[in-house]
């Protein structure tokens, strides 16, 4: 998910990833009302309006609200575009005038537009200010590494970013400080992981994936986005989350494992938690990543996943899983 900081002008296109399967896991039927939760640049939301649904489109980022009515008003798509976090979708549906809705996709994690421009403090690849905020409010990024405790950066570290030797970052973090640009932070972790100009991965990844889930909440925002997603699914409702790293993923998996009537495992994010529920969803389609194709137009989707599927109404078995969805 790496990205060259560029102005919005100067900036690549966005391109949705695996769009073509989103479209096809939500199956979309012209008059019927979808929710795009998280709308960014409004790939999503601008194929399913030609799909022929009314869609409303949620975002919590000040600025992907203000250029997307701007976009929506210029091109006159069938689009209502509402501000606020994906995770209180209910309500925002409600006041956009619809009780429930025949598809939902999310889009996990941070926006192409959030990630190419240096001044969000997002990406490290061109310097900017430690920022990292996708609601541009409350703790910033260069608070957070300036003022946590060591053993809570540390914990950050392992927790969100399954960074092996989080103690030795956390350690030279504090050492350094202050610290307050992105690239002065990336430097750090460099030094004390021994980054080598040929390795495949910038060490700095980890770390900084491991700042911004912390300080946006997004795996909380996650579990709670999914259980809202359900809450407003008609009968025959079709749900599709892209996600781009393991952690995300595997709550969207045992999510939907556990609400389709299968078991589900715990984890040191989220421990098991034993539900009387009936069965919500039918059996998930079987999981899409992208094709080598994709990957070369899209160097983006390297690390994306796609799962999917289909609200139940009271007459269908748990593990029936429609035709229509089973993708990839």
Request: aromatic share 4%.
């Amino acid at each position: 998910m790496s990205a060259s900081a560029l102005a919005p002008s100067q900036s690549a296109p966005h391109i949705p990833v695996l769009l073509d399967d989103v479209i096809t896991a939500l199956a979309i039927r012209p008059g019927e009302t979808h929710v795009d939760g998280t709308y960014g640049a409004g790939g999503y939301s601008r194929a399913m309006a030609a799909a022929g649904a009314h869609v409303i489109a949620i975002d919590r980022d000040p600025d992907a609200i203000a250029e997307g009515r701007e976009r929506i008003a210029r091109e006159g798509q069938d689009i209502r575009l509402v501000e606020g976090p994906f995770s209180a979708m209910a309500s925002l549906v409600e006041q956009a005038g619809a009780a429930q809705v025949d598809g939902v996709v999310l889009d996990i994690g941070v926006s192409s537009m959030q990630l190419d421009r240096a001044e969000r403090g997002f990406s490290f690849q061109a310097d900017g200010p430690l920022d990292m905020r996708m609601a541009q409010e409350g703790m910033t990024a260069a608070e957070f590494v300036n003022t946590a405790e060591e053993e809570d950066i540390a914990d950050v570290l392992y927790r969100y970013g399954e960074e092996p030797r989080s103690r030795r970052v956390a350690r030279a973090i504090v050492a350094a400080r202050p610290i307050t640009r992105t690239a002065e932070l990336a430097g750090v972790i460099r030094r004390a992981l021994g980054h080598k100009p040929h390795d495949k991965k910038d060490p700095a990844t980890r770390a900084f994936q491991a700042i911004r889930i912390h300080l946006n909440g997004e795996l909380d925002e996650l579990e709670r986005g999914l259980e809202a997603a359900e809450a407003i699914l008609a009968p025959g409702g079709r749900l599709a989350v892209v996600t781009f790293h393991s952690l995300e993923d595997r709550i969207v998996k045992q999510f939907l494992r556990r609400r389709s009537g299968g078991e589900a495992a715990g984890s040191r994010h989220r421990p098991l938690v034993q539900t009387t529920q009936a069965a919500a969803f039918a059996k998930p389609a079987k999981a899409v990543r992208p094709s080598e194709a994709e990957i070369r137009r899209n160097p983006r989707a390297r690390s994306a996943t796609l799962r999917s599927a289909v609200r139940r109404d009271d007459s269908t078995p748990p593990h029936a899983a429609p035709p229509q969805e089973t993708i990839g």
